[in-house]
Each structure stands twice: as structure tokens, then as C-alpha cells.
């Protein structure tokens, strides 16, 4: 198995590095950014150059200025709707690329990772709802910021030429201000993290709760829930709350200190123009341009804020995207299709859950494990699942069942197969007389995990869609261990259907279900302590000599 992970230091820089084929587009959006500068500069200017030109009554100059002014206008109201268009193009493009990866990440990600330290109402914020607001935050918001400040940028050097006096005096407190926005929005990339955090943990709770609604009720644990669910909320509203406090004071220095700067400027322009060093034009054209760079600095605040959640949300996204992943599926072998000698396995901050294990699965064989709960049979699962992938059909203990309907859950198995094959696997899983009594018949659509159906139903249909996929090597993963005794022995008739011809790995705690298996493994601490036939084995223990699959044969009540 091949796993890779990446540095998440700058993920927010890794959100354009790693969409290089977006940077045209994106670099056309800087540019017209750019020519916004360019264009209401210049139309200021001449705005200016108009005045002077009518206070000393020189009527042709004057109409030349004004119409390049208008020009200008107009030349920026067309880049604004080009600005607007890319920008939707390239970010909706962008970020439909973005969930895309989010999405094969969680598919192809080690399922024991994802399991060990994500929450799945957490995955669900983080790739749907902290994607569109990212997604929302450089579409909407970063594009008008980036135009705002070439704006400034542009407007100050023509400020500087206009007046290098008048422009000290105006931009005196800007250097200040900008420090004490900075000093104040530090704790704000923190707060905005911790708070979707929160939000994540919340909707893990409300998701479990609502998923496991009877269990609530029945324990009388609405209380509970209630009690951890708000624990959450509080804590996502306290960051909030902080990030908020900070964004008020942000913008209370920001009104200040623009107060201060426009009262600077009528000022020390009327002296500069009582002293004949500038002209009543030049002061209208600084007065104009001023009124960009005061719009970019009102918006520093946000402009922060904005950014601070962006690198909060780029974080989470990219914690979603490293998670270690399965980059290529080893192919089955074609005798042994599992053999392990000596193995050890532990997850990443635990002991080992499997030790020196030595096992093999040969072709046309079916291999039991049997072992109490912790003894290491679901892990061995779990390591064949991630070696094999889709060489394997599975039958787990929970019947996994998708949003669609019956036809496309069984399909799943073999997209291609027709609907007659999909008949078949039903009838083979004995539910085809359940199905076709239904309107809808295979095209019903199933509730959520397959709600509609009685576990037996679910888990028949999860054998039909086994049956349909037609792999050589077979997975049950306690296939009837929440079943009642009537099920079990329905399903373990279409059990034999699905394993007739097929290999197979059953791991079972049931003694009932793997008592027709050609070899036993018997597990315990994640170490084989017993190995051999069923018959060879309960012999030994009849003999007098015990072990483990004996006296589990004794304590269940079952023979040979």
C-alpha cells in the first residue's frame, strides 16, 4: 500500500497552488483589478485638469478633459461586468474542483484514520457548508477587495504627484492605524477555527441524536442530548461573540482615524491653496482619489476579518484533503489471496492490535475467524479491504445502503449489470417476492440507510449486491450477529448462494456461521493461538487436550 500526505503550514496558499490550471483566469482577474485602479484614477485626474481649465475659462481644454473623463467611466463600467463574470466562472469552477477532491479524499482516505479522529457531522460541515463559504468568501469578496486596493495603491501615487505636501498631512495616522488593526485582529484566524470547530461538533451530536432518534427516547436521553448539544453551540457563540467584540473595535479605530485624515485634508488643502501651492483642481482631483483610499482602508477591517476566516477555513479543508490515502489497488493473487506471515499492526497512537499473525485465505477456500470482541477480527477486515479494495465483495454486520432506490443499491455491485441480473441476485438473496409486491418494485426509493427495510431485508440486499459483483474473493464481517434466530437462518441460506463456487473470509463470533468453513483461525489478542479444520479441532478438544474453538463450541452449545 502506497500512502501519501502533504505539509499543511500555508493551506491557504496550497488553495491556489494546488489549482494551477485556475491561474489564467485568476490572473485576469488581478488584472482587471488592476485597470479599476488605472481607469477611476485617470478619470479623477482629469476631473481636476477640468476644473483648472474652466476656472481659467479655457472652454476647449476643459470639454477634452471631461470627455476623457467620461471615457474612462465608461471604459471602467465595462470592466467591472468582465471583473464580475470571470470571477464567477473561475471561483464556481474552482471550488466545484475543491469538493470534488474533498470528495475522492474521504473515498479513498484509510477508513481506520477517518473513523479514529474525524466526526462525521464534522466531515459534512467541512466539505459542504466551510467550502461554499470559503468558495463564497474569494468569489464575492476577495475580488471587490483586490479592486479596492489597486484603487488606493493607484490613488496614492497620483495623490503623491498631485500634492507630496498635502499627502504627508493626509497620510500621517495611516501607518498607525494599520498597526493597531493588526495588534487587535491577531486573535481573530483562532477564534473563527475554534468556532467552526464547534459548529462541527455540533452537528456531529445533532446528527447522532437524530440518526439514533428511538434510542433517545427510549433512554429519556432528550435531556442529555439537549445538554451536550448546547455545551457546543455556546462555545462556537463565545468565539463568535470574541471575533465580533475584536471587529468592533477594528472598526472603531478605522472610523476614527478617517475621521481625523478628511478633517487633515480640508485643512492643510485650504492653506496650500490660500499659499498658491496647489491648484483648486488638484485639490478636487486629491479630494476624489482620497475617497479611494478611504473606502480601502474603511474595509481593512473586514478585509482581515475576511482573511483571518480563509486561512481558518483553508485549514479545515486541507485537514480533510491530508488525510493518508490508498493511491493504488493491489491486485488479487492468484493462489493465495490473503497470506500474512508475522504480522504486526497498531493504529497511529495505540498498542498493536494484531500480533505476528500469520494467516492464509487460498483460492477456492473458506477461511473462518472466530474470537471474542477486541480479539482483532474486524482489523484483519479492515487491512484486507485497504490492500484489495474493489478485487472484494463485503458483507458487514451493519448493512451499508445508499440514497437511491433498490435497482441502484444492487447495481452498485457491477454498475453494468442489466435488469434482469439484478432479478436474479434478488431472487438468489430470497427478497425478489418482498420487492415485486412493492408500486415502485426496484425502482423504490430507500429512506435513509436503507430505513425502510427490516435489518434482515437490508442485510439480503446487501448479499444481492455481492452476488451481482461477482468477486473472487468474499468478506462476511459478522454478517448475523444483530439478527434474530429466524433471520439469521434465512440469511445464512442466501449466504450459501453468495459463498457457493467463491472464497471466502468469515469472520464471525457466532460458531453457527463458520461451522461449514474448510479452516479455522482462531484469534485472541490479535495472535492465532489455534488453527486447523472444525472437525480437527473439536476432536482435540474432545480428546482431552481443550483449546480455544472447543470450549467456544461448549459455551455456545454447538457440535460438529
Known sequence: ???????????????????????????????????????????????????????????????????GMLIFIALDGARTALHYTVIGQVTERMFRDIRMSIFRALS??????????????DIALRACEDTEQLCETLAGRFGHYIRLVFQAIFAIVACVMLSW?????????????????????????????????????????????????????????EKEMDRRFAI???????????????????????????????????????????????SIGAVMAFVALAVYVTEAFGLV???????????????????????????????????????????????????????????????????????????GKSTVIKIICNMYGSELALVSQEAHLFEGSILDNVRYGRMSATDDEVISALKAADLWDYVSSLPDGMNTRLGEFGSKLSGGQRQRLSIARALIKDAKL???????????SESEREIQTALNVLLEGRS?????????????????????????????????????????????????????????
Open 108 to 121: 479513498l482516505a484509510d477508513s481506520a484514520v477517518v473513523e479514529k479522529h474525524m466526526r462525521s457531522g
Open 474 to 484: 468474499v468478506l462476511l464481517d459478522e454478517p448475523t450477529s444483530a439478527l434474530d
Open 1 to 67: 500500500m502506497t500512502f501519501f500526505t502533504k505539509s499543511s503550514k500555508v493551506p491557504f496558499a496550497r488553495i491556489f497552488l494546488d489549482n494551477k490550471r485556475y491561474w489564467p483566469g485568476l490572473f485576469l482577474m488581478v488584472l482587471l483589478a488592476l485597470l479599476a485602479g488605472v481607469f477611476k484614477t485617470r478619470a479623477a485626474t482629469l476631473w481636476g485638469e477640468a476644473v483648472d481649465f474652466g476656472v481659467s475659462e479655457l472652454i476647449s481644454p476643459m470639454m477634452f478633459a471631461a470627455v
Open 504 to 560: 471466502a473470509l468469515i469472520v464471525a463470533h457466532r460458531l453457527s456461521t463458520v461451522q461449514q468453513a474448510d479452516y479455522i483461525y482462531c484469534l485472541e489478542n490479535g495472535t492465532v493461538v489455534e488453527e486447523g479444520t472444525p472437525a480437527d479441532l473439536y476432536a482435540k478438544g474432545e480428546a482431552g487436550k481443550g483449546g480455544y474453538y472447543y470450549e467456544m463450541c461448549k459455551m455456545q452449545g454447538v457440535g460438529v
Open 165 to 221: 505636501r498635502l499627502s504627508i498631512a493626509y497620510f500621517l495616522l495611516l501607518p498607525i492605524s494599520l498597526w493597531l488593526l493588526a495588534v487587535v485582529s491577531k486573535p481573530l484566524q483562532r477564534l473563527q477555527k475554534e468556532a467552526r470547530g464547534g459548529s462541527g461538533r455540533s452537528a456531529d451530536i445533532a446528527s447522532s441524536a437524530l440518526s439514533g432518534v428511538s434510542a433517545v427516547k427510549i433512554f429519556g436521553l
Open 301 to 375: 477591517d473586514a478585509m482581515i476579518f475576511q482573511v483571518k476566516s480563509a486561512f481558518a477555513l483553508s485549514s479545515r479543508i486541507y485537514e480533510v484533503l491530508d488525510l493518508p490515502q490508498q493511491l493504488e489497488t493491489t491486485l488479487l493473487p492468484e493462489v493465495d489471496y490473503v497470506n500474512f506471515e508475522k504480522l504486526n499492526f497498531a493504529y497511529d497512537d495505540g498498542e498493536n492490535v494484531l500480533n505476528d499473525l500469520t494467516m492464509r485465505v487460498q483460492k477456492g477456500q473458506k477461511v473462518a475467524l472466530v474470537g471474542a470482541s477486541g480479539s
Open 232 to 278: 457546543h453551540v455556546d462555545e462556537t457563540y463565545d468565539r463568535a461573540a470574541k471575533a465580533g467584540r475584536i471587529g468592533m473595535g477594528m472598526t472603531t479605530i478605522k472610523y476614527v482615524v478617517s475621521v481625523l485624515q478628511t478633517l487633515v485634508l480640508f485643512i492643510v488643502g485650504a492653506w496650500l491653496v490660500s499659499m498658491e501651492l496647489i
